[in-house]
């Protein structure tokens, strides 16, 4: 059973660097052809996509947040992480980490498409405030 779960500080302030992890259970994330990615959902607002981390390592991000995103991975520990910078009040959001199987058909273009998605963490608020 796949499950993904969110951690980070639910409160940020404005100029620093928020930083989130999702650790995953029930499947390696060095697993072929699975990528791992980040969405937010601001509020009253629809899911955006951050960017995604691949089985392999590569990275791709968000033309609107690739200044600021970062994605990492630590595979002994089974878990990937968003890290972005210089944050303001506009990044307060529920963030969710979920997973795409990209086994079957390929990706392509689709990993911003949160319909794509199978597996998904429960979201955790962060909130940027002073």
């Known amino acids: 059973q796949v499950q993904l779960q969110e951690s980070g500080p639910g409160l940020v302030k404005p100029s620093q660097t928020l930083s989130l992890t999702c650790t995953v259970s029930?499947?390696?994330?060095?697993?072929?052809?699975?990528?791992w990615s980040w969405f937010r959902q601001p509020p009253g607002q629809g899911l955006v996509w951050m960017g995604s981390?691949?089985?392999?390592?590569?990275?791709e991000y968000s033309p609107s947040h690739k200044s600021r995103t970062s994605i990492s991975r630590d595979t002994s520990k089974n878990q990937f992480t968003l890290q972005l910078s210089s944050v303001t009040p506009e990044d307060t959001a529920v963030y969710y980490c979920?997973?795409?199987?990209?086994?079957?058909?390929?990706?392509?273009?689709?990993?911003?498409?949160?319909?794509?998605?199978?597996?998904w963490g429960q979201g955790t608020q962060v909130t940027v405030s002073p």
């Open positions: 979920a997973r795409v199987d990209c086994s079957g058909y390929g990706c392509g273009d689709t990993l911003f498409d949160h319909t794509v998605y199978d597996y």
């Open positions: 981390i691949a089985w392999s390592g590569s990275t």
């Open positions: 029930g499947v390696a994330i060095t697993t072929n052809y699975y990528f």
